[in-house]
């Protein structure tokens, strides 16, 4: 199993900055992909950023040019930057882990942060 606790959330005016941080912990050494997804209310889970054990990401292209995600493989976590703030930014901000056991995909959730963004 993967636990994943995300921090950082919270509320910022439009045109402000956060940083998301998620920590993996568990069975890591066989994750090969993690990143950020996000909610808002009355719609669909959708996908942020996602980088692979490899480091190759991954954005949605709404949040191209502002937002920027990182691992940190020593420390097991995983960075959301998120810059220039728009308010339909906001949502709860999901971590998702990856890992594939015996050819099957496995996926892992957070229990989210969220993010609120005024105008």
């Known amino acids: 199993q993967v636990q994943l606790v995300e921090s950082g959330g919270g509320l910022v005016q439009a045109g402000g900055s956060l940083r998301l941080s998620c920590v993996a912990s568990g069975k890591i050494f066989s994750i090969n992909r993690m990143g950020w997804y996000r909610q808002a209310p009355g719609k669909q889970r959708e996908l942020v950023a996602v980088?692979?054990?490899?480091?190759?990401?991954t954005y949605a292209d709404s949040v191209k040019g502002r937002f920027t995600i990182s691992g940190d493989t020593d420390k097991n976590t995983v960075y959301l930057q998120m810059n220039s703030l728009k308010p339909e930014d906001t949502a709860v901000y999901y971590c998702n882990a990856e890992r594939v056991v015996l050819g099957v995909d496995m996926n892992y959730w957070g229990k989210g942060t969220l993010v609120t963004v005024s105008s």
């Open positions: 980088i692979s054990n490899v480091g190759d990401t």
